[in-house]
């Protein structure tokens, strides 16, 4: 069973636009909604997350949108710079479960000038 | 924020060989750590759940014998590639929390490893 979905796989965007990915997810008791930027031959970094009891978050040009009815979260980049060109991926995890990650595809982000 | 550190980053070495692989917790303790394997432009596959003090839980598929785990304290787990062959050359990543249930996962750089 796919627990995540992640769309689009790549993506390409010019600089100073904006950067939207989606995830959709299975699980209904998933309670935390991070996103991940990684970029070539690095670890994942934890970008930034949410709690299902909000629907919005935004920290500097990264905005999480949360739809719990559609069980879907996405990462908004607004102002997308060439150093954003990464992959991104968005493990949901089932806290109280162990932190376990189960991580979908990535979506590739290009950034060009 | 936290930070998890990995050595070495990267190893090279022969056929029929072991290799360790570090993780440690440097500025906080974490009861359990997490090993992933990650091949060129794909996802990060979980390996095994690595607990302190107790044996790893080990994903479907993954062999226990060739990819020994050992959690000996709050800071550190290694992963050692036991009788290294070339299709074991991968890029392999840590994670830990610092609360077991938070939610919250800090990453290691990775270590990428060579099996000629």
């Known amino acids: 069973q796919q627990q995540v979905k992640q769309s689009p796989q790549s993506l390409i965007v010019q600089k100073g636009g904006i950067s939207i990915i989606n995830c959709a997810y299975e699980?209904?008791?998933?309670?935390?909604f991070p996103w991940y930027q990684q970029f070539p031959g690095k670890g994942p970094a934890l970008l930034i997350a949410i709690r299902p009891d909000v629907s919005e978050k935004k920290e500097g040009r990264f905005t999480i949108s949360f739809n719990k009815s559609a069980k879907q979260f996405s990462l908004h980049i607004m102002d997308s710079q060439p150093g954003d060109s990464a992959t991104y991926f968005c493990?949901?995890?089932?806290?109280?479960?162990?932190?376990?990650?189960?991580f979908g595809t990535g979506t590739q982000l290009k950034v060009e000038l | 924020g936290a930070v998890v550190s990995q050595h070495p980053s990267w190893v090279i070495c022969k056929s029929g060989t072991s290799v360790k692989i570090e993780c440690r917790s440097l500025d906080f303790q974490a009861t359990t750590m997490f090993w992933y394997r990650q091949f060129p432009k794909q996802s990060l596959m979980l390996m095994a759940t690595s607990n302190e003090g107790s044996k790893a839980t080990y994903e479907q598929g993954v062999e226990k014998d060739k990819f020994l785990i050992n959690h000996a304290s709050l800071t550190l787990s290694t992963l050692t590639v036991t009788s290294a062959h070339p299709e074991d050359s991968s890029f392999y990543i840590c994670?830990?929390?610092?609360?077991?249930?938070?939610?919250?996962?800090?990453f290691g750089e990775g270590s990428r490893l060579t099996v000629l």
């Open positions: 699980n209904t008791a998933f309670d935390y």
């Open positions: 994670s830990a929390s610092w609360d077991r249930d938070g939610g919250e996962l800090f």
């Open positions: 493990p949901p995890i089932l806290t109280g479960g162990g932190n376990k990650l189960t």
